[in-house]
């Protein structure tokens, strides 16, 4: 039975280490995006909340995008959650109705807890109608229990009391078909070599035939065809021990039902492959492809419990997670796993970086303005749509942000045209917002040194040397020096472990329009960046305050000089 396959996600997401720019112009696209045709569109991040978003959001009433660090499918997103399974005491007959119903061939044998014991093939049920080499003794032996029997055949129960659901037992079969003389012989010579508990004999309406197999201590008599039993013989089972059941089936088909009460546990294949929910399906494409096994149980990779299942014509096609990029369109400022996606949109204000790629047409936006917010903005107005207050809001700071209220030199007529209108939705004096704005937090009293490097930095390549300018924002430039020694050694740190030729930190005044620019890397960049040099690694750069229109290039031009 074919299983309709299930549609991923939607994500709105900025790059790596996003600033407010990257968050909100993402809610604002993703509410836009569901007011224009796109339901499931869902603002999203990859990677933490700094404190002035953070103060941004809660102004504005919205919850805090989700963290979403890889979109790469994975086993658990695209595995099919309506499984068709059995349990371990599942009869034969339960497990191959319940497979014949659906038209699968193989399904899981999976517990009440969810745990997974082995694998159950139409090929596998044969061996519990045949077992063995098909001769003598082994076929006529059955490993069951008496209430499975009884379920089976819908048998009614006297005698002696039927023992618990899952007591199973080596029964030997014996059908009473023979005559009187030669069913007694048999019974007789089992009670001598001590194993006559262990019989099931099967016989119809022959009185005689059921007396000899209670009379000699039979495990259990199963009386076919309808037929009664005698009340004194059901009082003489009950003190025996022999438990007598009554079904309406010949004799002929009451055998194989017997065989058909197996569990399957006795023959499921344990040893199987199963895979675990967040394994990405690019690589299980690889790693299942030499497998005979064609079904996998899909885990929970915490609880291990059996989630779903998938199948190698699963990881044909798969269907990816969609995505809309906002305020970058670099594969190297991507979340993880870009490449595996669907992109189906992107809006930005950088540089074009050329190693975006797409299998179809896609929507593409990209202007030198001063913030991708006043771009989402832009798509509200051209649509005639007003954002609702909280979005208005967070695009307001978004903008706000990236042009430092419109004084930045990236700043364009745009801006200050949808900032107006914004401001206006959202109730806000973008002057007075831009001051408490800025006062949130200050990394560089608060943060962390690998904080103070991972709030806002983006690397780049240029010409194939790789880059990384991490910038923060204060309200004046004091805080630097008491920690220049730590947050140098953790910009080297930060080159050596990522391979970075060149990587600056950008401590920028917002209040003075002037920065400090810490450099590490390659001594030859370094000493080729055009700033007024303090020292080796530290620089003097009054005036520039923007990464896109003043770091960048001045970054660029230090490596080509140095070429």
């Known amino acids: 039975m074919e299983t309709p396959r299930r549609q991923l996600p939607f994500y709105v997401i900025g790059h790596k280490n996003p600033d407010t720019d990257a968050i909100c112009s993402a809610i604002g696209n993703a509410a836009l995006l569901r007011a224009t045709g796109e339901p499931q569109a869902i603002a999203a991040r990859c990677g933490e909340v700094p404190p002035r978003t953070a103060w941004v959001l809660e102004k504005a009433g919205i919850e805090t995008p989700p963290l979403v660090t890889d979109v790469r499918a994975s086993a658990g997103m695209i595995c099919r959650r309506e499984v068709v399974q059995v349990a371990p005491c599942d009869t034969f007959l339960d497990s191959y109705r319940r497979m014949h119903a659906s038209g699968v061939r193989c399904v899981p044998v999976v517990d009440a807890a969810g745990a997974v014991h082995g694998m159950l093939r139409y090929l596998d049920l044969l061996g519990l109608l045949v077992p063995g080499d098909a001769s003598g003794l082994q076929v006529r032996t059955v490993n069951v229990a008496l209430s499975k029997i009884a379920d089976t055949l819908h048998a009614e129960r006297s005698g002696a ?3 618990g659901d899952d007591e199973e037992e080596e029964l030997i079969l014996l ?8 069913v007694e012989r048999r019974l007789k010579t089992a009670a001598k070599e001590g194993n006559v508990g262990r019989y099931l004999v099967i016989c119809g309406d022959r009185p005689v035939v059921q007396h000899y197999a209670i009379e000699n201590g039979a495990r259990a008599l199963i009386v076919t065809g309808g037929n009664g039993v005698e ?3 059901c009082e003489l089972a009950r003190k025996r021990g022999v438990v007598v059941l009554r079904c309406s089936q010949d004799t002929a088909s009451c055998a194989t039902l ?13 040893n199987f492959t199963a895979v675990s929910g967040d394994e990405p399906v690019s690589r299980l494409r690889k790693s299942l492809a030499p497998l005979e096994q064609d079904l996998f149980p899909v885990l929970d990779p915490i609880s291990k419990e059996m989630v779903g299942v998938l199948s ?17 369109n670099e594969f190297a400022q991507a979340v993880t796993g870009v490449e595996e996606s669907e992109i189906v949109e992107v809006i930005d204000h950088h540089r074009l970086a050329g190693d975006l790629v797409s299998r179809e047409p896609i ?3 990209n202007e030198p303005v001063g913030s991708t917010s006043t771009l989402v903005a832009r798509k509200f107005r051209h649509r005639y749509l007003e954002p609702d207050r909280g979005t208005a809001l967070c695009l307001c700071a978004g903008i706000i942000a990236d042009t430092l209220c419109l004084t930045s030199p990236t700043t364009a007529e745009l801006d200050h045209e949808m900032l107006e209108w914004l401001s206006g939705l959202a109730g806000i004096d973008p002057a007075k917002f831009k001051a408490e704005f800025f006062a949130v937090g200050s990394l560089l009293a608060t943060g962390t040194a690998d904080a103070v490097l991972n709030a806002d930095r983006k690397e780049f390549s240029d010409d194939g040397v790789r880059v990384a300018i991490a910038q923060v924002e204060e309200l004046g430039l004091e805080g630097f020096a008491p920690r220049r020694e730590e947050l140098e050694a953790a910009l080297k740190a930060l080159v050596a472990d ?8 950008v401590i920028t005044d917002i209040g003075e329009h002037h920065s400090l620019v ?27 305050v923007s990464r896109k229109k003043q770091i960048f290039p001045a970054v660029c031009e230090a490596l080509r000089k140095a070429r």
Do not use: W
């Open 231 to 233: 009340p004194a013989l």
């Open 363 to 365: 929507r593409f936006l």
């Open 175 to 182: 059908v009473g078909a023979s005559s009187q003389a030669t």
């Open 498 to 505: 990522n391979g970075y030729e060149l990587a600056v930190l």
């Open 518 to 544: 810490l450099a590490a890397g390659d001594p030859a960049y370094v000493a080729n960046l055009p700033y007024a040099r303090v020292d080796a690694s530290l620089y003097d750069a009054p005036g520039v």
């Open 161 to 163: 009391d039927m023992p």
């Open 312 to 328: 190698k014509s699963d990881l044909v096609d798969p269907p990816r997670t969609r995505l809309a990029l906002v305020d970058h």
């Open 258 to 270: 017997i065989r058909c009460s197996r569990t399957v546990r006795h023959v499921m294949d344990r």
